[in-house]
Structure formats: structure tokens, C-alpha cells
């Protein structure tokens, strides 16, 4: 899929900032390191019924993604860490309901599946 190159040279801008200097929100410096382990974290929940070799292979397919970005990546590529990056502040930003409960923030909506598709078209 086409896309422009300043929403390509918008999405390395953030992902550069938070690869070096992290992000400063509500006073605590946020890195892609951070954003990485958070996310990993809750896909291992989510998935923890799938056995640990596939969880295993998930967080390596992950791992893999994050550190390969770079001015050659692929549209698929960039949109998926850029939405993990939009999910991780959305989290924190989140506010207590009324009831006083923290309102649920679903991951970004990548299937396994896709996330091998992803490592796969990195790894050719």
C-alpha cells in the first residue's frame, strides 16, 4: 500500500524520539523499550492459553519487528508500531469511570497471523 513520505518520515520521527531521548508524559520519561515491554506483556495475557513454544515464537516475531525499523520499512511495518505506540499512551491516559474503575483499552488489533506476516516480510 502506498502512503506518503511525510506520514513515513512523521512515523520515524516518533519512533526515533522514543528509541533515544523517550517521551516526556506526566512527568516520566517514556521509551520504546517501555512501550515494547508493556506491550509484549499483555499479549503474552491474552494469548497465555496458547502454549508457552507459541508465546515464545510470538515474543521473538515482536522483538524482531521493533528492532528492525528503519527508512526502508514497509507501510505495514511502520502502522504497526505506530499503533501499538497510539495504544501504549492511550493506556496511560486513561481516567477513572465514574464508578471508579479504569476503563479497558483493548490492544491494537493485529492477529498472530498478521504479526508473522509482518516478521515475515522483514526476514525475506
Known amino acids: ?22 517521551q516526556l508524559y506526566r512527568r516520566r520519561k517514556h521509551t520504546l523499550d517501555m512501550i515494547l515491554v508493556k506491550y509484549k506483556t499483555e499479549m503474552m495475557n491474552k494469548h497465555k492459553l496458547m502454549g508457552s513454544a507459541i508465546l515464545e515464537q510470538l515474543q521473538n516475531y515482536i522483538d524482531i519487528i521493533f ?5 526502508d520499512s514497509k507501510y505495514e511495518h511502520l502502522e504497526y508500531i505506530v499503533n501499538i505506540i497510539k495504544w501504549y499512551f492511550k493506556v496511560l491516559g486513561r481516567r ?3 464508578n471508579g474503575e479504569l476503563p479497558t483499552i483493548s490492544l491494537p488489533d493485529f492477529t498472530i497471523p498478521e504479526i508473522k506476516e509482518i516478521y515475515s516480510s522483514i526476514t525475506k
Open 1 to 22: 500500500m502506498p502512503y506518503d513520505n511525510t506520514y513515513k518520515e512523521q512515523c520515524l520521527a516518533t519512533i526515533t524520539n522514543l528509541q533515544g531521548a523517550g
Open 67 to 71: 528492532n528492525t525499523i528503519n527508512q
Open 96 to 98: 477513572k469511570q465514574s
